[in-house]
Structure formats: C-alpha cells, structure tokens
C-alpha cells in the first residue's frame, strides 16, 4: 500500500521510498528477533549481551555505541541483565572513574544457546536476497547512513 500524500513527484517517490524501507525494517527485525521472549529477552538486553560475547568487556557508553541506543537507555538495559545475573559491572583498577561492563557465566552460556539459532533466523530472513543484492542494499544503506548522519 502506497502513501496517500500528494505532492511533487520527488517528495512522493521519496516518501513511498522511506515507507518501504521501514516496513522491511520492522518486518526482518521482527521475524529476526521473534525467538528473544522465549528467553524473556528484549532486543536491546540481546543486542548487549551478544556484543559483550563478540567484543569482550566494555564501558556502557561504548556498548550504547554498538548496538545503537542512548546512554540513559543503555543503563536501564544493563541494570536489567544485572538483576538476572547475566552481566556484572566492575569498576577499573587503573581508572576508578570507569566502569566496565562483564558477561556472568551464566550470561555467556545463554547467548552461547541462543546465538546459533538467532544466526540462522538472520540467514534465512536476509538469504531471500541472492549475493548481489545483499552488496547492493548494504551499500545503499551505507550510504543512506552517511547522509543521514
């Protein structure tokens, strides 16, 4: 379904454009992300605990960074995967001002379950594309991200 907005053809096809890119968005994160409540994950508590396994250690702010949301949210995130045992916050000894941010045991062997099969819900969501068109789109996007930013 199209936009009902009339304008000048460059406002419409743009519009249609950004209506079509979000509603893919949502529709592959979703199919993507659908298996998260089973572990009573959020995406943000996953996309956290998945760069803390990948990437090692590190400070809210920087974690913020990766997975792409504010600080303030970031905190919220993090206290909630404290209460479940899953990450821990350990202040540096070099630097007392920073703290870092530590996967538990029981943190890495839960994304350690579910990596694999969230791996997989990423293939088979992004595979509809043949090589070529995964190039494509992500250097459209790339390049969506640079102007935008």
């Known amino acids: 379904m199209g936009t009902h907005y009339s ?79 899953l990450v821990y916050r350990q202040r540096r000894k070099d630097d007392r001002r920073c703290v870092d941010i530590h996967l538990t045991e029981d943190g890495t062997a839960l994304i350690e379950q579910i990596w694999p099969s969230h791996l997989a819900g990423v293939v088979e969501a992004i595979t509809v594309l043949s090589a070529d068109e995964q190039r494509l789109l992500g250097d459209l996007c790339r390049k969506l991200g640079k102007k935008a930013g």
Request: hydrophobic share 40%.
């Open 7 to 85: 304008g000048t053809p460059t406002e419409e096809l743009a519009l249609a454009t950004y209506v079509k890119l979000s509603r893919a968005a949502d529709a592959v994160t979703h199919r993507i992300n659908a298996h998260l409540h089973h572990h009573d994950l959020t995406v943000s508590q996953f996309g956290a605990l998945e760069a803390l396994y990948h990437l090692g250690p590190m400070q809210t702010g920087e974690l913020a960074e990766k997975i792409l949301k504010s600080s303030g949210n970031l905190t919220l995130v993090v206290d909630n995967l404290v209460k479940r045992r």
